[in-house]
């Protein structure tokens, strides 16, 4: 049986969000049901909404930073029970049997991973809508565990802007006596900083801005250099082990492959576009700019359980639902310390069903 929500959507790539009511699928044998408590407002999120990479459906409802309490749970349900506290990220689904899929890789799944909105259902084939809303169905395989010591309002951005920073430190080993850079400090290159630093790194931001430096120490960071400053970025030559980097719009990486160590990996977690790197400090000392995007199921549970034990959140500034579109505006302008998170019981204030 099909439900009535109520949430917020984009009806075209120029028109603002606006309160849109829609069917949410049948619930499946497997499925929970979620009522949304908070939701995260992902730079991603107004990129879809305005369809700026091209491949936006309307309408679209945004949002995988999701947490919620469990409602109802399918026959075949088992992992999670009705009031426990839960969260989704950007997945819903997957193929379930590629390799991707089987090494617990679900993010790279090689027949195309559904997506928590803007994406289609594998089995009705109908739009998957996002957690701008009051209720959200999804399988209990792409649910997770969110510790109930955190602080729940500011779990929610580790479903997108966390992974995307903790899977690369993860899969290239981070931890104590490694050197980790981080490009960017907004609400991915916080996370970095944070889950870095608490991996046990030694943490340096480049930043374009010298205003950057209290926040990035207070956030975590040994050392903050100012990636316009030649002398500075001379000075970390032949350094991290890992450089992060986290900026979403297109801009040069070759001041920073020279700060690489030996065998040291630049990896993209924001940008979608074209590189042009210069080969030469590659080459000489065998390093890599590679790419990376969110993490597995399991990586995430593993993300969130970390939390948990280190008492490490994002950090937020609240909004009502009512306020997207200006939280839109002032997210271009980069002006966010460094999350927005939705209330929604903000929804309240909404013409009802």
Not at 6 to 19: D, E, K, V
Not at 63 to 82: L, M, N, P, Q, S
Not at 179 to 196: E, F
Not at 242 to 266: C, F, K, M, R, S
Request: hydrophobic share 35%; glycine share 8%; proline share 4%.
């Amino acid at each position: 049986m099909s439900i009535k929500v109520l949430g917020y959507a984009a009806q075209s790539a120029t028109s603002p969000l606006a309160p849109f009511t829609f069917e949410r699928r049948d619930s499946r044998e497997d499925d929970v049901t979620i009522q949304i408590e908070y939701c995260g407002v992902c730079h991603s999120d107004l990129h879809q909404a305005r369809n700026d990479w091209g491949f936006s459906r309307y309408p679209l409802v945004p949002g995988h930073e999701i947490v919620g309490r469990v409602t109802a749970t399918g026959a075949k349900a088992h992992k999670f029970k009705v009031g426990d506290l839960v969260g989704i990220g950007c997945l819903v689904d997957s193929c379930r049997h590629c390799s991707a899929c089987d090494n617990g890789l679900e993010q790279y799944c090689e027949n195309g991973h559904v997506q928590t909105y803007a994406s289609e259902d594998l089995h009705d084939h109908r739009p998957t809508y996002g957690g701008y809303s009051q209720t959200i169905i999804c399988s209990e395989d792409f649910v997770l565990k969110v510790p109930e010591n955190l602080d729940t309002k500011a779990v929610a951005p580790l479903l997108c802007a966390g992974i995307t920073t903790w899977s690369p430190l993860r899969h290239w080993n981070v931890g104590q006596g490694s050197k980790v850079a981080v490009v960017g400090l907004g609400g991915l290159g916080h996370m970095a900083i944070k889950l870095a630093h608490a991996l046990g790194a030694e943490v340096t931001l480049f930043t374009r801005s010298t205003s950057k430096e209290q926040d990035a120490k207070q956030l975590g960071a040994d050392h903050v250099v100012l990636s316009t400053n030649a002398e500075q970025m001379q000075a970390v030559a032949n350094q991290f082990d890992l450089i992060i980097d986290t900026v979403p719009y297109e801009h040069d990486l070759n001041p920073y492959v020279p700060t690489l160590a030996l065998n040291g990996t630049l990896v993209l977690v924001g940008y979608l576009g074209e590189i042009k790197p210069h080969t030469v400090p590659m080459i000489m000392g065998r390093r890599s700019v590679a790419g990376s995007v969110i993490g597995g199921i399991q990586e995430t549970q593993e993300l969130l359980d970390f939390c948990g034990e280190h008492n490490i959140t994002a950090d937020v500034e609240m909004i009502e639902m009512q306020t997207i579109n200006d939280a839109f505006e002032r997210m271009l302008k980069s002006d966010v310390k460094y999350r927005f998170v939705i209330d929604m019981q903000s929804f309240h204030q909404t013409n009802s069903i």
